[in-house]
């Protein structure tokens, strides 16, 4: 996706369909995913009506692929863009470059990476109405906003949803991997691959090859009621 005004690319858009083989992984990975199928509709009358956001709980580059991939095969409002979560490593070569080159060149004419937020990037993207997704925790929001004096997510939603008559709907996601609870005590598992709330990348991935697990939505918010 190509910012025309400011000629910046940035390194969290994502709105091509996968190569051969790397669609093949993520089929692999995600073919034992399933969807609530009485959220099918839903998030289409809300594209129709405004932007569609998905909220998850924590930032993580598998969790988007899930999202992209799982909602994009499903004919579903997708996330093409991922809000401040560099997918550079996902990125076509072509692509890659066009970022690389793009940054670099701003970073040589401004001596920084001017931010989406001020350039008016994501802005445009949500009139656009391009569907999203957000972390709601993320250590480093807490640095952005207080050192670098830097809106969060949702402050930038609720800021855009007044300019704007179409609605912003928030959509939290959930990714089911079992029924029991998980124990409180510490293992050693839990320390190297990460707690299943909140779960590493290996165990994500060991997860997803093993475990069923059903993606589905909490609630369903529109930002107009806030």
């Keep these: ?16 369909k996968p190569g051969f083989f790397f669609g093949w992984f993520l089929y692999k ?3 034992r995913v399933n969807l609530d199928e009485n959220m099918k509709e839903t998030l289409k009358l809300m594209q129709r009506q405004g932007t569609v956001v998905y909220a998850i709980k924590y930032r993580g580059l598998l969790d988007y692929l899930l999202y992209h991939y799982t909602f994009r095969r499903r004919r579903l409002p997708y996330p093409k863009i991922a809000f401040d979560m560099n997918i550079s490593l996902i990125l076509p070569f072509k692509k890659l470059m066009e970022v690389v080159i793009s940054q670099v060149s701003s970073f ?15 802005e445009r993207a949500i009139k656009r109405r391009v569907p999203a997704l957000i972390s709601l925790i993320d250590p480093r929001g807490f640095i952005k906003s207080f050192v670098f004096s830097e809106k969060d997510n949702l402050q930038f939603l609720l800021e855009t949803q007044k300019k704007i008559d179409r609605p912003i709907f928030i959509v939290p996601q959930l990714i089911l991997f079992k029924r029991t609870p ?4 510490s293992t050693l598992l839990n320390t190297l691959f990460g707690y299943k709330d909140h779960a590493g990348l290996i ?11 059903f993606p589905s939505y909490l609630i369903i918010k529109s930002m107009n009621s806030f």
């Design 29 to 31: 990975l995600f073919k």
């Design 203 to 213: 165990r994500k991935i060991i997860l997803f090859f093993t475990t069923k697990a």
């Design 1 to 16: 996706m190509k910012d025309n005004r400011e000629k910046i690319y940035y390194p969290y858009v994502l709105d091509h």
């Design 182 to 185: 998980e124990k409180n005590y």
């Design 108 to 122: 040589f004419r401004y001596g920084k990476v001017p931010s989406p937020y001020k350039t008016g990037f994501y």
